[in-house]
């Protein structure tokens, strides 16, 4: 049914390989590692309303066979996560639904989502087997991916990022470089007046594609310690996350 996912090559130097390895959202092969198809983006979240889901209403198929009990039960968690603190609704997908629907599959590699928030076709998010609490299955990285569906881009390439970390781009592995691209003038995102966000779960971690093991996002202001976390959503993520879909009992 989706043929483009499963054809992933990827081609890493021993170094960078296992460094990819660790963080399955930093897989090759995809625009920003983890989004499949280019957006635009100057901030990180997607303002106009033709990208947001119909209702505030997500609705979702979780693959048959894609995933033992446990797994599926950790994506529900990560959906209650949201809805627990937005308005934001998932609901399980009927035949009406497609193709405007959400699947869930494992059948892929790495974590990653296809599209960036609702654009009126079948939207996709792979997240491979790890055991829970690692890799995919880490909370934060199932809500990471959830968040692209809803309509969020990675916050470290929001345009005003210069301001908060210095890219080293010394230390990236150079065919990686379109992942820190920040030169898109369009006003179709927003930061929601939320502002920059080191402990957002869209933030990439420090040494997101290295070709060297040193860093090559590096944070310019205090309050950076949980810089890449995948716990949580941050303060700012659920504000964000709550004006977007304009929730009225939650902004
Ligand atoms: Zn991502």
Redesign the pocket.
Known sequence: MFPQIWGVIFLFTPTVFSELFKDP?LLAGFY????KAHPIRTRNGIVNQIYHWPNRTVPYMIEDDAFADSHYREILRAISIIEENSCVIFKPATEMDFPMALVITSKGLGC??VHLGYRNKTQVVNLEIYPLGEGCFRIGSII??LL?VLGFE?QHVSQNRDQYVSIQWKNINPQYNINFVNNDNSTAWHDFDEGYDYESV?HYVPRAFSRNGQPTIVPLREGAENMGQRFYMSEKDIRKLNKMYRCPDHV
Do not use: S
């Open positions: 959202e920003q590692g983890d989004i990653n989502t990471h991916e692209h990675h869209m």
